[in-house]
T-cell receptor, first 114, second 114 residues
């Protein structure tokens, strides 16, 4: 039982390059999320998917797109990377059951855009 | 949307002393308040949570209190140990929206001095 798996763990991009961050969970969770973490800013929601087939913008969606490929997988795409997107990205998942609210986070992707 | 303020941003305590971190939230509909601990270079991990129908919850050396009227909640760590050193995040969520988006505070860096 791996929980939430993110790939890659580290990435360096040049300005203007594109890339996709991958996230998969094996806990049969309905909801998945992408957050970015910057020093002094806490965790800010980029996009989320309440259930398979739906996606919605969070607090900081500009410059990103997402795909909920199936119940297990939720990817985050940077079409044209900018230095302002240098950050640590965390994927998370949660059950939809009202009794179970906690998030399980992946181990993070440290992205540097030069 | 929800706004979560967290104080202090840094906190240093002597080993064995207590530590208190406070958060306020803006959305009176929020009903779930988790706390996450993040060690350096690691993922955030849930340490305790409280729901709006409960005023206080304890788990060994950790306790959380909630004042719905004032819209604030606090994390209390007693008998602090060096391994408690980490960044702590509070969060708030309204589970009635069909998804469990968490809005996070900006974090408190706790240092426990041996």
């Amino acid at each position: 039982n791996a929980g939430v798996t993110q790939t890659p763990k580290f990435q360096v991009l040049k300005t203007g390059q594109s890339m996709t961050l991958q996230c998969a969970q094996d806990m049969n969770h309905n909801s998945m999320y992408w957050y970015r973490q910057d020093p002094g800013m806490g965790l800010r929601l980029i996009y989320y998917s309440a259930s398979e087939g739906t996606t919605d913008k969070g607090e900081v969606p500009n410059g990103y797109n997402v795909s909920r490929l199936n119940k297990r997988e939720f990817s985050l795409r940077l079409e044209s990377a900018a230095p302002s997107q240098t950050s640590v990205y965390f994927c998370a998942s949660s059950a939809l059951d009202r009794l179970i609210y906690g998030y399980t986070f992946g181990s993070g992707t440290r992205l540097t855009v030069v | 949307g929800e706004n979560v303020e967290q104080h202090p941003s840094t906190l240093s305590v002597q080993e064995g002393d207590s530590a208190v971190i406070k958060c306020t939230y803006s959305d009176s509909a929020s009903n779930y308040f988790p706390w996450y601990k993040q060690e350096l270079g690691k993922r955030p991990q849930l340490i305790i949570d409280i729901r709006s129908n409960v005023g206080e919850k304890k788990d060994q050396r950790i306790a959380v209190t909630l004042n719905k009227t004032a819209k604030h909640f606090s994390l209390h760590i007693t008998e602090t140990q060096p391994e408690d050193s980490a960044v702590y995040f509070c969060a708030a969520s309204n589970s009635g929206a069909g998804s469990y988006q968490l809005t996070f505070g900006k974090g408190t860096k706790l240092s426990v001095i041996p």
